[in-house]
């Protein structure tokens, strides 16, 4: 399984940036996908996750309310809408996949397979 993420760039607060992560290597619509990001100097934190089908969706308390988590299953894609974005969102955001759960899974070893990451940068 290979996960590209793109969309990421340059920002002012207060604005908006769509992520996508595009999936390749089978099995899409059966994992749990979730996105995390990474500050420089800080470990991974997670921000999101949704299951399979879509119906279930997850945030961390730093951006419930601000952020979105979708997929489209028939293009093998998983998307962030971040809205209202804050200099601390500065991060490298990448998107991780393992199999479905019904629980919350927001440690990173947790998953399978995550990608190289994209650059939001909010300029404040």
């Known amino acids: 399984v290979q996960l590209v993420e793109s969309g990421g760039g340059l920002v002012q607060a207060g604005g908006s940036l769509r992520l996508s992560c595009a999936a390749s290597?089978?099995?899409?619509?059966?994992?749990?996908m979730a996105w995390f990001r990474q500050a420089p100097g800080k470990g991974p934190g997670w921000v999101s996750a949704?299951?399979?089908?879509?119906?279930?969706?997850y945030y961390a308390d730093s951006v419930k309310g601000r952020f979105r988590i979708s997929r489209d299953n028939a293009k093998n894609t998983l998307y962030l809408q971040m809205n209202s974005l804050k200099a601390e969102d500065t991060a490298v955001y990448f998107c991780?996949?393992?199999?479905?759960?019904?629980?919350?899974?927001?440690?990173?070893?947790?998953?399978?397979?995550w990608g190289q990451g994209t650059q939001v940068t909010v300029s404040s």
């Open positions: 290597g089978g099995g899409f619509s059966s994992r749990y």
């Open positions: 949704i299951n399979s089908g879509g119906g279930a969706t």
């Open positions: 991780a996949a393992r199999p479905d759960t019904s629980r919350i899974r927001s440690y990173l070893g947790e998953y399978d397979y």
